[in-house]
């Protein structure tokens, strides 16, 4: 399984991006698709997931109601609406895929399969 984030970039605090993940290679089941932020000097943090069967969704409590996780399962995409960003958003984000069911994907080791991460940059 293969994954490649994309979309992210510069932006004025306040502003939006939309972050793309596109999901390939073989057919194993998949359970979640989650994304992770990691600041420069911090560790991997979890931001949201998405499960697959059920469609539930979870979020950081430092970006629930600005960030929207969906999916687009013709596609194999998963999205991270991101509005109102804060500088304290800085990081690169990672997109990520789990091979087993757990009752919670706010961990990173929750993960099998992880993106390549893409930058996204709020100034002040």
């Known amino acids: 399984v293969q994954l490649q984030a994309f979309g992210g970039g510069l932006v004025q605090a306040g502003g939006f991006l939309r972050l793309s993940c596109v999901v390939s290679?073989?057919?194993?089941?998949?359970?979640?698709l989650g994304w992770f932020r990691q600041a420069p000097g911090k560790e991997r943090e979890f931001v949201s997931f998405v499960r697959l069967n059920g469609r539930t969704t979870n979020y950081a409590a430092s970006v629930k109601g600005r960030f929207t996780i969906s999916r687009d399962s013709a596609k194999n995409t998963l999205f991270l609406q991101m509005n109102s960003l804060k500088p304290e958003d800085t990081a690169v984000y990672y997109c990520?895929?789990?091979?087993?069911?757990?009752?919670?994907?706010?961990?990173?080791?929750?993960?099998?399969?992880w993106g390549q991460g893409t930058q996204v940059t709020v100034s002040s």
């Open positions: 290679g073989p057919r194993f089941t998949i359970y979640a």
């Open positions: 990520a895929a789990a091979r087993t069911y757990y009752n919670d994907y706010a961990r990173s080791d929750s993960y099998n399969y």
